[in-house]
């Protein structure tokens, strides 16, 4: 592949997990993913099983923006 080819193409981001004031954020690049209080396990449960599901097809394409 040459550079011409990605050119226009955005950089990949990167997914994080964000932590204040009791509250979780979980981001790709800009885009906020998930949004849940500390203490919510079953939530947080939830949004790791999502981005794991996610992981396996269209989550990384999704990322990258």
Sequence with gaps: MIQAELEGMPE?????????DGVVL??????????????????RNLAVVALTDAAGGSMRSRCSS
Aim: with cysteine; charged share 20%.
């Design 12 to 20: 990949p981001s990167v997914l994080r997990a964000h932590a204040s």
């Design 26 to 43: 979980v981001t790709c690049g800009r885009t906020l993913l998930y949004r849940y209080e500390a203490g919510d396990t079953g939530i």
